[in-house]
């Protein structure tokens, strides 16, 4: 099925610990974005992306890395796992900026 | 200054009565407006949007939004909930290239 898909669905990290976690959509969509849901903070943008090879930080890029090598693809890499990096993660695609943005199903991160 | 704003975090309401869910934006946006919904461990799903034309905005599940430009709101309406709108609802904007989010509502359905 079409849509953006999430690698992986859950993840526990030690602290100091990289990893990165996996965004890929197959609707040749040019807007894509990072972000992060924590309780009573709604969503944040972390990152976003206007199409490949672009890149720009949004509320809250600290402690995250991203590049955009093709379309399809936008990961991100969390560089030295803090405990406050414990949160859900949403990828999201949209063909234009105001089509409106397609979510994959969310990483739930935790930080130890 | 806040591009968007949710004026009630949560919202109780009986089943079959109707709701609405509060959004102002700031004037200095641009006026793309949105609505998301995220049922319990899934990701947002698109309600509806406000890009021009009718200021009134017909979405699924038998939602509908209104665009009031001189009140800077664009607030969220269904006449008779069920069980199954139980969800949070997030009100969203674009500014710049960026869609921006409210904290969100949470709907909470009393039988």
């Known amino acids: 099925n079409a849509g953006v898909t999430q690698t992986p669905k859950f993840q526990v990290l030690k602290t100091g610990q990289s990893m990165t976690l996996q965004c890929a959509q197959d609707?040749?969509?040019?807007?894509m974005s990072w972000y992060r849901q924590d309780p009573g903070m709604g969503l944040r943008l972390i990152h976003y992306?206007?199409?490949?090879?672009?890149?720009d930080q949004g509320e809250v890029p600290n402690g995250y890395n991203v590049s955009r090598s093709t379309t399809e693809d936008f990961p991100l890499r969390l560089l030295s796992a803090a405990p406050s990096q414990t949160s859900v993660y949403f990828c999201?695609?949209?063909?234009?900026?105001?089509?409106?943005?397609?979510f994959g199903s969310g990483t739930r991160l935790t930080v130890v | 200054a806040q591009s968007v704003t949710q004026l009630d975090s949560q919202v109780p309401v009986f089943e079959e009565a109707p709701v609405e869910l509060r959004c102002n934006y700031s004037?200095?946006?641009?006026?793309?407006l949105f609505w998301y919904v995220q049922y319990p461990n899934q990701g947002l799903q698109l309600l509806l949007k406000?890009?021009?034309?009718?200021?009134l905005v017909k979405g699924i599940n038998g939602f509908e939004a209104e665009f009031n430009k001189s009140q800077t709101s664009f607030h969220l309406r269904k006449p008779s909930v069920h069980i199954s709108d139980t969800a949070e609802y997030f009100c969203?904007?674009?500014?710049?290239?960026?869609?921006?989010f409210g904290k969100g509502t949470r709907l909470h359905i009393l039988p």
């Open positions: 999201a695609s949209s063909a234009t900026r105001s089509y409106g943005y397609t």
């Open positions: 609707m040749n969509h040019e807007y």
């Open positions: 992306s206007v199409g490949a090879g672009i890149t």
């Open positions: 004037s200095s946006v641009s006026v793309y």
């Open positions: 406000y890009l021009s034309g009718s200021t």
């Open positions: 969203a904007v674009i500014r710049d290239d960026k869609i921006i």
